[in-house]
């Protein structure tokens, strides 16, 4: 588990930024600092600082699933049988090995650990990945397995509204 990071300071300036790179990744430095109200010089050294400091920790491009064949998603929960550090750590290791899960988050609720965001193909493929992959792991003692009928939205930015207060 990571250390809690203290809240990083940010002004206005740092907070337009991080709102308009969120949704335009690959603004040129110009174009974002006649949005923000700065010079370039600048702009692009808030932009290096908000890098450095962890804030933005990356870019990238958002991809068609449904267009590369991956027709099916599904979110599977995951009970384990034991709450011990090396069991989770097995656990995470192995569904990390696996391409089609695509977001696995450590969850409470429900009696369930974990919930796994997969794409695969179709229901053959899902099958597979259940029963050759996820369902050999030790420890797992249930899936329980919810199939999306259409995603509504997702990938919203993280408003820094909230920095404020």
Same mark, same amino acid.
């Given at each position: 588990m990571s250390e809690r990071q203290p809240g990083i300071a940010i002004d206005r300036y740092d907070r #337009?930024?991080?709102?308009?790179l969120q949704t335009e990744g690959r603004i040129s430095n110009q174009a974002l600092? =006649?949005?923000?109200?700065? +010079?370039?010089?600048?702009?692009l050294r808030r932009?290096?600082?908000?890098?450095? +400091?962890?804030?933005?920790?990356?870019?990238?491009?958002q991809v068609d699933a449904r267009r590369l064949g991956y027709r099916l998603m599904a979110l599977v929960h995951i009970s384990m049988d034991r709450h011990t550090p090396?069991?989770?750590?097995?656990?995470e290791q192995r569904v990390a090995a696996l391409p089609e899960v695509i977001e696995c988050l450590m969850i409470t609720?429900?009696?369930? =650990?974990?919930?796994?965001k997969i794409r695969v193909e179709d229901m053959d493929d899902y099958q597979r990945l259940l029963?050759? #992959?996820?369902?050999p792991i030790e420890g797992v003692t249930g899936v329980h397995s919810n199939f999306v009928l259409r995603?509504?939205?997702?990938?919203?930015?993280?408003?820094? =509204?909230?920095?404020?207060?």
């Open positions: #337009h930024i991080l709102e308009i600092a =006649d949005r923000v109200g700065l +010079s370039p010089s600048p702009c932009v290096r600082t908000l890098e450095e +400091s962890g804030l933005i920790t990356g870019y990238q491009a090396e069991r989770f750590a097995n656990f609720g429900q009696e369930v =650990d974990y919930q796994l029963l050759e #992959h996820i369902t995603p509504v939205f997702g990938n919203r930015p993280i408003s820094t =509204d909230l920095v404020a207060r």
